[in-house]
């Protein structure tokens, strides 16, 4: 009888500065633009993987509750690691997320790095990070970013088969330590998920090929201004990057809007803001929660800004973090 094989991580969600919308090709999980992220270190997933080779079905829960609906999307996860490992085994996987899952804070992203760097530890596969990274964007796209710490770009890549598709770290989180202070102006999970709202979006909105276009340009702004630790440029050019995504989703058919009143609230504050010269800027993902990355020194000023915004339900406050990291075992057997 083979013993288990087990090991837990902890991975951390990031935001994209410069969005992923749009994929390439759908069953690997290929995006149609490359895109760049900062890591967080207040948010994260917990995950431990434990193969049994004895059973028959992979089990899954998720802040100790079974989650049936998220089933597939994690044995498809496993599948992948099995496959690697040239094993055909079922395993049981406990996450624990600390913030609000599938609400726009980037719980996929999160999750299934953590997924992928405790199930490749429990079969020993000894991976690098960016075929971790490979991995992780094969379960969810921006999940490929949560590998690495700090700023981060994902690789559009060009290889058919997806192998230089993957994240690569750009700086660590020491050396531009932005904050970030996420508005929360809803806890209910979206009504239409990223994977649904980006195929919509791409296949309907009249400006996809403009979005494509544009993007490689957009990168290279961003990139240069993370790597000159400047932070108008990265604002300018972050804004232009969310904004343009919205503007796809909105004008998908049928349309896609993910904002609320609270959330044009919040970025007309970021907006006032920087325009009184307190060195802030928004973001916003595929849900009303609106992000605001700012200078340490105005991360309280920011936060008070947006906490007396109406509709504002709570306020959170974290800075840049590590990538993907495994923990030393909590429970010394599988459940
Ligand atoms: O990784 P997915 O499939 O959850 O898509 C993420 C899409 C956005 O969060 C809206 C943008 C991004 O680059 O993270």
Not at 141 to 161: H, M, Q, T
Not at 223 to 230: K, P, S
Request: with cysteine; aromatic share 6%.
């Amino acid at each position: 009888m083979s013993a288990p094989r087990q090991a837990l991580a902890r991975a951390p969600s990031n935001i994209a500065l410069v969005k992923y919308w749009g994929k390439r090709d759908a069953e690997l999980n290929l995006p149609a633009v490359g895109s760049l992220s900062i890591t967080l270190d207040g948010l994260w997933t917990e995950t431990q993987v434990c193969f049994q080779p004895q059973s028959h079905t992979d089990t899954f829960t998720l802040n100790g509750r079974a989650e049936p609906s998220k089933q597939a999307r994690v044995s498809a996860a496993l599948n992948l690691l099995c496959d690697i490992a040239q094993v055909d085994w079922c395993a049981s996987v406990d996450s624990h997320n600390n913030f609000p899952t599938g609400a726009g804070l980037a719980s996929s992203a999160s999750g299934f790095a953590a997924l992928v760097v405790a199930g490749a530890a429990a079969l020993d596969l000894h991976l690098t990070p960016f075929e971790l990274s490979v991995l992780a964007r094969r379960c969810s796209g921006s999940a490929a970013r949560s590998i690495f710490g700090g700023f981060v770009e994902w690789k559009r890549g060009e290889l058919g088969d997806g192998s230089d598709s993957h994240a690569i770290p750009l700086i660590a989180p020491a050396e531009w330590p932005l904050r970030v202070v996420v508005a929360m102006t809803s806890q209910a999970e979206k009504p239409v998920g990223s994977t649904v709202g980006m195929n919509r979006s791409f296949c309907s909105s009249p400006f996809t090929t403009s979005w494509i276009e544009e993007q490689d340009a957009d990168l290279d702004g961003a990139r240069t201004a993370v790597l000159n630790h400047d932070f108008e440029a990265l604002a300018e050019v972050s804004e232009h990057s969310c904004l343009k995504m919205h503007a796809l989703a909105m004008t998908a058919r049928p349309a896609l809007l993910y904002w609320n009143a609270a959330t044009v609230d919040c970025i007309q504050r970021a907006r006032e803001l920087r325009a009184s010269g307190v060195a802030a800027f928004f973001t916003i993902d595929a849900g009303p929660q609106v992000k605001v990355i700012c200078e340490p020194a105005v991360a309280v000023r920011v936060a008070t800004a947006l906490r007396e915004i109406p509709g504002v339900v709570e306020v959170i406050e974290c800075g840049l973090g590590d990538g993907a990291s495994l923990l030393p075992l909590r429970t010394a057997a599988c459940a």
